[in-house]
């Protein structure tokens, strides 16, 4: 056992960002810890199994050019379906357009694509169900209390969250000390866009569409069909997800027909049968992704009052925006709180 | 025009045209020298160089003025592309009087160099330049807000600044500056520094931003909040007290 030294960071957030700058950090022999709210790793890289077949319900497939990101992703221990998406319809817009420019790499994971985050997570001391719900300086050091009555403290808090939910929790830090009053100054200038998504699960008279995604043209409504099941080894059912547009997504929140009525255009759009799932999940993304106009260049490293400093990572905190720019930034953070705090 | 085998500019295009390196600064930049032409500006006549680089689509120009090419103790001025400054005149920021004072520090001395560096471009450039504007008018401007923002990455200016005066075939060069680092950054970058030339502006009538000083000082509009300004060039400014005038320090 390596003996860790240094000042201990506590990363709030296991998505990937929160998770590439917990993995640097202890791979530098730094004490680390993560907390997550959810059940589970990966935040907006989430596969869940339904029926017992893996589903991707937010990012479908992962690209990049970045040698660091491809080398990371290259060790994770999963059959990878290089390339995928290969075989596309329609002629709309993609939500991430420069994932189909040259030089970007594409790919899949056949069990799931939240086998990226779980990788980048192994051997990490990661707390689930943790949900952090203030911030607050305590001496040289920050205490996050959490839902439910605990709290942990650190001399180094990372917020790896997306950047409307970070924005939130540095609205708990008392004063606020300027340097956080400027970060959510900062953040409040540009928001992320909403993304409905519906899981639907065929019958087995379905027949398997020959295409892997569909970005449709002349649709307000739907963004992306993903043919999800295609990503598995020996599918028991044709699965697709369903992405509803950013500005359709945000009107329709708080609708409780959004499913009934993002079907219906995947019916129009794919085909009739594509409105008539046996069996349907939804789940709304109120943070999925931002575009261009929204991102940074940098994460952030306060210096706070006491002593004490709160970090900032997540897509937004690096250019091209998206899971790389997730890892990037992670990463970056990483980097400059090695340099900068014993 | 002179014949591409008689006009040293021109010349530099053909032998670059498979010009490949391992690249300048932690993005490993490299660039090659793709057109040349005559422009004719109210500060002179120059020669405008385009530069293609490797790492984003971003036009690195330099502006020469007499011979360089081979050259020794060529005066070189490096300037940051600001288009709220350079274009708008803005008074935020003093980069259109460092920009004209350089070239006419160029136009005095019998040759030199102005390279152009576009940093402004997609994502982060001007959009994030409007917002750090904004974070400064609510006084919440701080040096973590601005850098990430993308303000500013001297670094990667110093590493393709370096590559376009080596690819220029400048042997040493006089750097116009105020900025001491300047000279080690681009030493690092192997380019011979034989001398700095301070870089003074002359105050007239038309740069307006150091009256504008004044009301700085005064605690005006420019520094809200009273937190640092921008830093947008490299250079500290140094104003001649009056024309003709050298600054003390
Ligand atoms: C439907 C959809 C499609 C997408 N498609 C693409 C695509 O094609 N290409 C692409 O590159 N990107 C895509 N994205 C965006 C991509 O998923 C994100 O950019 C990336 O995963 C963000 O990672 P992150 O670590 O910054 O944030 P997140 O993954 O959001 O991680 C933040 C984590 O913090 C946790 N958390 C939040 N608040 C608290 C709290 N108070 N206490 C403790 N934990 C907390 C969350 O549960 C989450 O696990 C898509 C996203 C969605 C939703
Ligand atoms: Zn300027």
Redesign the interface.
Known sequence: MTRREGSRVLVLGAGVAGLSCARALADAGRPVEVLERARGVGGRCATRRVEGQPVDFGVAFLHGRDPGFLAALAEVPARRLDGWPVAMLGAGRPCQPEAFTPGESRLAFAEGISAFPRHLAAGLPVTLRANAVAVEPEGAALRVRLEGGGAAEAPVVVLALAAEQAHELLGTVPGPPPAVASARALLDQARSQACLALIAVYPPEAQPPAWHCCYPDGSRVLQLAVHDSSKRAAPDATVLVLQAHPRWSREHLDDPAWPERLLEEGGRVVGPWAARPRHQEPHSWRHARHDRSAELAAPLLLGLPGGARLGLCGDRFAPGGGVEAAWRSGRALAHRILQEVP | MRQPELDPLRALVQRDQDHECEGFGAARTCVRVVAVADLPTRFGHFRLVGFWNNRDAKEHVAMVHGEVVGGEEVPVRLHSECLTGDVMGSLRCDCRDQLTEGLAAIRRHERGVLLYLRQEG???GL??KI?AY??QE?G???V??N????FRDDERDYAVGAHMIHSLGIRSIRLITNNPNKVAQLTQHRVVVSDRIPHVIQPNEFNRFYLETKARKSGHYLEAGGAGRLQEQADPAVVAREAGQEPKA
């Open positions: 997609r994502g982060i959009i994030n917002r904004a974070l609510a919440l401007d701080t973590e807000a850098l990430a923002l993308g």
